[in-house]
């Protein structure tokens, strides 16, 4: 059976790929939260899942609210917007799970509410602004700005979200710590 | 890509039964290493041995896998048929170990997917030698050798059937209508139908099944086969499907004219010369006969129509075995986990809660199926679980090769192999093992066998290699007879390198200072040897064995010999644990490590100005660590007398936590917490409870070590 679940996962990567070059290509999965959207590139998802319960892990990052039971798997979750450094919301029935699967990699992204998919082309993607703060890059994870309509949509780099400098950096400070 | 498939499979069954076999051949090789000779059942079976991995790296073209085993086949073969007195045993042994080795180290290069380009000629070369010795030896003292052996030449000989008195031999020529299709497919079916009765057959074209043109060869030519048969002619054409055949051409031969015909069938091999005279001239007698094929060749039924009679009663009673890959396994497992959750949420389905609601039927259905849920999970556990033979077999070798090459006579005794272990344990456990193993031969027994005799012990050493199961863990002690662990010694090195701190040797204990052989860079021998002696190892075992949440206790008498033991639990994948609650956290601890359970007032609770808590009980004063403090979980008890304490206890220390109330006791099934989680320290892992939440499991070392930490 693993070896049809491999072979299926392998045909699945091909089709993505093929996927990915037409039907797939520039298409973002968009999500509200707070006033701004954002939007995550949609060969990411895996699934959407309603909010569930969560189980807490001591002594981690704010942003990792804790591990859920996906069918079996046991896979962490963090908060987009505590994540983002905004003020964290109550969960209601329009939060949801966002499964993403980076590099293998499967994490939940907890989202206020879904937007919707939409297709965006290359050629509306701007950089974000630098305002010549091009060392202190605290919105490296935002890749690019795309105008739809009158809305802007943040484009979201699912790698830099997830793994992130200021996991390493606490992680040294823990080590210093523990030094001292 | 179904051919493509077709290979990765066949490679991979060559792999697994070529690897079962080897081991099967050491074990009868150690088995024997010290009696005199092999008797005739142990050269049958490694006759096979060789012949099957022979037969089977043939039909995959790893020539030098082929070339190495038909040369110690013939050695065997030799063994066999002509029972020479004399044998150089401790060379024979050698000799299988030599080619055992070899094709291991093959079948690991194809494990890597390398090629396997080993060079076969050297060890080809010393098993010519060997076995032109041993017929010299045999020449020389005039002892009648079997007449085939004469005349052929010993690296041509291939074992085919004994020809019988009532064997018939024919010559059958099929050829198939112009228009007929996949008419190789047709000669191949004629061929499987004729299996059944040949005691030996030959066909040309002989690459029917792989080389599609031999389809065009046959239409054109036609089909032609030899056939040694105990059949009769009508019994022979009623196996032959004839739907499509125009013509068959049916000869019987006498033995002769047999025999001619095999040597022109043979006419396009490379020795026909030597094929030749041997089949003709082995008609003669009534030897076995042998012809000259190579390995590459179809020489269908060999094996069966040979061997068969005879392996059937040397065969031992062998247990009905699949292999599995590992990975399905896990998936069965993981499904399982989720079937009992599934079934969990089922029958407490809230729905079902309605009051007044009669639900008998339902009740004895939800009974039933609980019973198959908690049945196909222990089946699944006892699965993973697979007895400590190889790895006990493992040791026999190196034990074999390393008292040899430091000239020390030393015996093995093992006990207790069938104890089953989880898998993951085993994969862990092997590399320690062979260390302590290799330890115990090479400083455990005395160099000279005079320092033993002079003490009164026998002058050969003995190692004991035991394994029992008890508590759940098992332990597995490597002992041996040797000088034993000097505590001076020990105690004086780890001064001199700086390892401990200088305090008098009193102020250790015993445990204490044997420990110090575990400390990195630590190495009682005076040399470094190929063996031992480097410093790197007794501290990387206790590294294993700890990851593995063992231990290794070492007890030693000097003069008289050491013991080390590793004790390990059962299986990583499950444990028994005690499910508590914290706040809203459930939170699950190993039974194991549980003490005691106790309710205690204020009044023994001690606080430092610190901020450090201690509980007394019945006296003894226990380092306190309140759960809900240390992970910040809102919600919780604070007053002890409401909450639990559990006693928990790690390699002698032990620790007193305060948790909320105590849930039930399960069997779970560690998982890791996810990688992309930061490691936070006294959590070993997560498990899902019945009901599909998700508890943390606690480490008490990680608890210790942390309270130690901020002491």
């Known amino acids: 059976m693993a070896e049809e679940l491999l072979k299926k996962e392998e045909t699945g990567e091909t089709e993505e790929l093929l996927e990915d070059d037409d039907s797939q290509k520039g298409m973002f999965m968009t999500f509200q939260t707070g006033k701004e959207f954002f939007g995550i590139s949609i060969s990411y998802v895996n699934e959407i899942i309603a909010m569930q319960p969560i189980a807490a892990i001591p002594e981690v990052e704010d942003y990792v609210k804790g591990l859920i039971n996906l069918r079996g798997k046991i896979i962490p979750v963090i908060d987009v917007r505590v994540r983002f450094k905004m003020e964290p919301c109550e969960y209601t029935d329009r939060t949801c799970i966002i499964v993403i699967d980076v590099k293998s990699t499967m994490i939940g992204l907890i989202v206020e509410r879904l937007a919707d998919v939409d297709t965006i082309a290359e050629d509306s993607i701007a950089p974000p602004p630098s305002l010549g703060r091009k060392e202190h890059e605290h919105n490296k994870y935002v890749y690019g700005l795309a105008r739809t309509g009158d809305t802007v949509t943040l484009l979201l780099d699912p790698e830099k979200l997830i793994k992130q400098d200021d996991i390493v950096a606490a992680m040294e400070d823990v080590r210093k710590d523990e030094q001292s | ?711």
């Open chain 2, 1 to 711: 890509m179904a051919e493509e498939f077709n290979t990765e499979s066949m490679l991979d069954i060559f792999l697994y039964e070529s690897g079962q076999l080897l081991e099967k051949l050491e074990g009868i090789i150690l088995e024997k290493q010290d009696a005199d000779c092999f008797d005739d059942d142990d050269i049958n079976e490694i006759f096979r041995v060789m012949h099957t991995i022979k037969g089977s790296s043939g039909v995959l073209m790893y020539e030098n896998i082929t070339k190495v085993t038909h040369k110690l086949e013939d050695v065997f073969y030799y063994l066999r048929e002509s029972h020479p007195d004399d044998v150089p045993h401790m060379e024979l042994v050698e000799k299988v170990l030599a080619v055992s080795d070899f094709v291991t180290g093959e079948l690991d290069k194809l494990k890597n997917g390398e090629t396997p380009d080993g060079d076969e000629k050297q060890l080809v070369e010393d098993l010519d030698e060997f076995l032109g010795r041993l017929k010299g030896e045999i020449t020389k003292q005039g002892i009648q050798m079997p007449q085939a052996n004469k005349h052929v030449e010993p690296t041509q000989f291939y074992i085919t059937p004994v020809a019988g008195d009532d064997s018939h031999f024919y010559r059958i020529s099929i050829h198939y209508r112009s228009d007929t299709q996949m008419s190789n497919l047709r000669a191949y079916s004629a061929t499987y139908a004729l299996k059944e009765v040949a005691e030996d057959l030959l066909y040309t074209p002989d690459d029917i099944l792989s080389n599609e043109a031999s389809a065009d060869v046959i239409v054109a030519e036609g089909f032609h086969m030899l056939l040694q048969t105990k059949s009769s002619k009508e019994e022979v054409i009623a196996l032959i499907d004839s739907s499509e055949a125009e013509e068959i051409n049916f000869d019987e031969l006498s033995k002769e004219e047999y025999g001619r015909a095999l040597s022109e069938f043979g006419r396009e091999e490379a020795e026909p010369a030597a094929a030749a005279p041997a089949a003709t001239k082995d008609e003669n007698n009534k030897e076995a006969k042998k012809e000259g094929p190579k390995p590459g060749d179809y020489v269908v039924k060999t094996k069966e129509a040979g061997k068969g009679k005879t392996l059937a009663k040397n065969q031992p009673k062998q247990q009905s075995i699949i292999s599995v890959n590992v990975e399905k396994m896990d998936a069965l497992m993981d499904l399982i986990g989720e079937l009992v959750i599934a079934e969990a949420v089922v029958l407490q389905n809230p729905d079902l809660k309605v009051p007044g609601l009669e639900l008998s039927n339902f009740q004895k259905a939800s009974g039933q199926l609980s019973k198959i849920t908690t049945e196909l999970q222990e089946v699944i556990m006892s699965m993973r679980m697979m007895p400590l033979t190889n790895t006990f077999q493992k040791m026999r070798r190196i034990v074999f090769d390393v008292s040899r090459k430091l000239g020390k006579d030393i015996e093995l005794e093992v006990i207790g192999e069938n104890t089953e272990v989880d898998k993951n344990i085993i994969e862990h456990i092997t590399d320690p093992l062979m260390h302590l193993v290799r330890n115990s031969v090479d400083h455990g027994i005395e160099e000279n066998p005079e320092d033993r005799t002079s003490i009164g012990k026998p002058a050969k050493g003995k190692i004991t290699l035991e394994a029992k199961n008890e508590g759940g863990k098992v332990y597995i002690s490597v002992k041996d007879d040797g000088k034993g662990l000097s505590k001076e010694k020990l105690y004086q090195k780890a001064l001199d390198k700086g390892l401990i701190e200088n305090k008098a040797m009193s102020e250790f204990t015993e445990k204490e200072i044997f420990r110090f052989i575990t400390l990195p860079g630590f190495s009682t021998k005076e040399e470094v040897t190929e063996y031992s002696g480097r410093g790197v190892g007794m501290d990387v075992v206790v590294k294993n064995i700890q990851s593995i949440s063992g231990r290794l206790d070492i007890s030693s008498v000097e003069f008289e010999g050491s013991e080390m033991t590793l004790v390990i639990p059962l299986t990583l994948a499950i444990i028994n644990g005690i499910v508590v609650q914290v706040g809203n956290s459930p939170f699950v601890i190993e039974t194991a490590s549980i003490k005691e359970f106790v309710r205690v007032g204020e009044d023994s609770l001690i606080s430092e100005p610190s901020g450090e808590e201690y509980i007394v009980l019945r006296g003894e004063c226990y380092p306190f660590i309140r759960l809900n403090q240390r992970y910040d979980l809102p919600d919780s008890i604070d007053k002890i007398e409401e909450g639990i304490i559990v006693v928990l206890e790690h390699e002698g220390s032990q620790v007193c936590v305060l948790i909320d109330k105590l849930l039930q006791e399960q069997e779970i099934v560690v998982k890791p917490i996810p990688s992309y989680v930061r490691k936070v320290k006294g959590l070993s892992g997560c498990t899902q409870l019945g009901d599909g939440s998700i508890a943390l499991i606690l480490d008490i070392a990680g608890l210790l070590m942390h309270d130690g930490e901020r002491r």
